[in-house]
């Protein structure tokens, strides 16, 4: 369900600007960093439509520690970040 509020809100278009943007200007940190902060962002707004259309959100916290869970540490083709760092990110996704 995340993912397809992912596709609903054309995120995955509107990254792709942000991705050009940040190649156009990758030597200014503050890009960067705006970047991080407007993915977090991104995120945790799918996350809050998540659990507003279903309602419960434990089931849901617990279902994103239980795919990091499976997925720690290995490979996985098609995911737009690495795991490690998306497992760093579980923590404030699930608080």
Do not use: Q
């Amino acid at each position: 369900l995340h993912e397809f509020v992912h596709v609903r809100r054309r995120d995955n278009l509107i990254g792709a600007f942000r991705a050009c943007y940040v190649g156009l200007l990758w030597f200014d940190p503050v890009v960067w960093l705006l970047n991080r902060g407007l993915r977090a962002e991104m995120e945790k707004a799918c996350d809050e439509r998540v659990v507003e259309l279903t309602g419960d959100a434990e089931t849901y916290a617990s279902g994103i520690v239980k795919t990091v869970r499976h997925t720690l540490g290995l490979d996985a083709p098609g995911l737009a970040l690495p795991l490690a760092r998306a497992a760093s990110d579980v923590g404030y996704r699930v608080l």
